[in-house]
Structure formats: C-alpha cells, structure tokens
C-alpha cells in the first residue's frame, strides 16, 4: 500500500512570489485535505477536496487555491506569498464516507518564505 | 480562536512514568476525538481515537479517557519510554459535511531514561 508523497520537500520562495506544491493520495483514498503548520503550532485546515472540487474551506485568504486531479493527486497553490505562509504544508488523504476524523499525512513540504 | 484547548505545551517524563496530556473542546458538535503522534520531519499519525459515547478506550499503553459533560478529554500513556518522544496533537472533528479536523496545539513529550 502506498502512503501519501508530497513534493517538494523543502522550498524557499520570496514574498510576492507563487508556489505550487503537489500530493499523492494514498491508494484507496479519494479524498485529500491541505493543512498549514507553522512552527510550535498545530495543523490548521486550509481545504479539503472531494471528485475534483472543494467541499470545505478553512479560514485562509483566495490566495490559497487547489486543484484534485482524477487520480485523486492534488496541488495546492498560493499566490503573492508573504511571510507568514512560511509553515510546513501537510496534505492527508482520507476514504469519503469514513465516519472519523482518521486522516493519512504525508511528511510535509516546508516553505520559507524570504 | 482555538477550538481545541490543550496543556501542557511540554512535557518530561521519566522512563516508566506515566504522561497525561489534556484537552478541552468548545464546539458541542465535534463527535470524534482522535489523538495524533508527530515524529521530527514526519507528518502525524493517527495514535488513538474516541467517540463522545464512550468514557474511556484502551489501546496497549494508551489510554483516553472523554468527560462529556465537561466537554475534556485526556491521553495517559503508561510505562512511557523514550521511544514515546514526539509531539502529540488532541484533535477534534464532526461530519457536516467533509472531515474538517481541528488539532490543539500540540504537547511535546521528551521521555528521559
């Protein structure tokens, strides 16, 4: 069974500028969520994406956009960058219709943002 | 505003001693309290879980014990060792309509031989 990747692992981007980050669901999983963990701090929910589209948001700015594919990978995207969106970038993949909060993460990609 | 209150931040513990982690939870409407492990440079794990129907779940050394009325929850990790260090995430979620999860923020476990 192959766990959920995230590429990649570590960038360094400066303020103003545009980062795509990419997440490979957990075979079995049609369900993917973002979240945001800075550093000291939990992970917050940025959104989550179910048959292509967003069906949750967390409160983050538009500047936050996704995108889930047909074999259920995912990118997340954030524009005009600024300082406080440097965090480690958690996707988790879920199965649509568990009744838990049982979420499968991949090991993150660390963004600093400069 | 944090939904998922959790103390303490850190924590040490002796070899063989027992940790305790505490949460607290405002929103009547979470029905799952999963709790999570984090490694250094890895992503959480699900570690154990509980629903609001239920006082207490034992899974090996990890207990959770889930107060309704007071709206608490708490991790007991007995005999803890040192390959229990991490960062362990109390975290709530319900089902209106995606599984949106809403993590404390965090409590760092160093256990000391």
């Known amino acids: 069974e192959t766990g959920v990747t995230q590429s990649p692992t570590h960038l360094i981007k400066t303020r103003g500028q545009q980062v795509t980050l990419r997440c490979s669901s957990q075979?079995?999983?049609?369900?993917v969520s973002w979240y945001q963990q800075a550093l000291g701090q939990g992970p917050q929910f940025i959104f989550q994406?179910?048959?292509?589209?967003?069906?949750g948001r967390g409160n983050f700015p538009p500047r936050f956009s996704g995108l889930q594919f047909p074999n259920y990978s995912s990118e997340l995207n954030v524009n005009a960058l600024e300082l406080d969106d440097s965090a480690l970038y958690l996707c988790?993949?879920?199965?649509?219709?568990?009744?838990?909060?049982?979420?499968?993460f991949g090991e993150g990609s660390r963004l600093t943002v400069l | 505003q944090q939904q998922v209150k959790q103390s303490p931040q850190s924590l040490i513990v002796q070899k063989g001693g027992i940790s305790i982690i505490n949460c607290a939870y405002e929103?009547?409407?979470?029905?799952?309290f999963p709790w999570y492990q984090q490694f250094p440079g890895k992503g959480p794990a699900l570690l154990i879980a509980?629903?609001?129907?239920?006082s207490e779940k034992k899974e090996g050394r990890f207990t959770i014990s889930f107060n309704k009325s007071a709206k608490q929850f708490s991790l007991h990790i007995m005999d803890s060792q040192p390959g229990d260090s991490a960062t362990y995430f109390c975290?709530?979620?319900?089902?209106?309509?995606?599984?949106?999860?809403?993590f404390g923020i965090g409590t760092k476990l160093q256990v000391i031989p």
């Open positions: 075979s079995g999983h049609n369900t």
């Open positions: 929103n009547t409407a979470f029905d799952y």
């Open positions: 975290a709530a979620s319900n089902r209106a309509g995606y599984q949106k999860v809403t």
């Open positions: 988790a993949s879920s199965r649509a219709g568990s009744n838990t909060g049982e979420l499968f």
């Open positions: 509980i629903r609001p129907d239920v």
């Open positions: 994406y179910y048959r292509e589209e967003e069906n």
